[in-house]
C-alpha cells in the first residue's frame, strides 16, 4: 500500500476554483492509477476520477467533466485535482486513492490505498 496525503482543501465561492494535492510515499506510485472520490453525510463514497500510472488515460464522473481534471507528477509522487467552475453541489470531503495497477476503476472498493480526506465547501 501507499500512504497518501491530501491538501488544498478550503472554502470557496460558486464558479471559484480549487486545486487538490495528493502526495504519496511509495517509490513505487508509478506502479499505481490514481484516483479522486468524495463523500457527503449519508451518502456513499463517489467517484470523480481516475488517472492511469503513467497519466495517458484519464476517466471523470459526469458532474466532473469539462469542470475538474486530474493530473499527475510521478517524479514528485504527486497527484491533482483541479477543479473550476464549483458548484455546491461539490461541496464534499474529497478523498484520494491509489490502485496498484496500470488503470483505474470507478469503484471505490477496487482502491487499497486512501488518504484521510480534504474538505471542499462551496457557497452559493
Known amino acids: 500500500q501507499v500512504q497518501l496525503v491530501e491538501s488544498g482543501g478550503g472554502l470557496v465561492q460558486a464558479g471559484g476554483s480549487l486545486r487538490l494535492s495528493c502526495a504519496a510515499s511509495a517509490r513505487t506510485f508509478s506502479s499505481y492509477a490514481m484516483a479522486w472520490f468524495r463523500q457527503t453525510p449519508g451518502k456513499e463514497r463517489e467517484f470523480v476520477a481516475w488517472i492511469s500510472w503513467d497519466g495517458s488515460r484519464t476517466n471523470y464522473a459526469d458532474s466532473a467533466k469539462g469542470r475538474f481534471t486530474i493530473s499527475r507528477d510521478n517524479a514528485k509522487t504527486t497527484v491533482f485535482l483541479q477543479m473550476n467552475s464549483l458548484k455546491s453541489d461539490d461541496t464534499a470531503v474529497y478523498y484520494c486513492?491509489?490502485?496498484?495497477?496500470?488503470?483505474?476503476?470507478?469503484?471505490?472498493?477496487?482502491?487499497?490505498?486512501w488518504g484521510q480526506g480534504t474538505q471542499v465547501t462551496v457557497s452559493s
Open positions: 486513492a491509489g490502485r496498484r495497477s496500470p488503470y483505474g476503476t470507478i469503484w471505490a472498493r477496487e482502491y487499497n490505498s
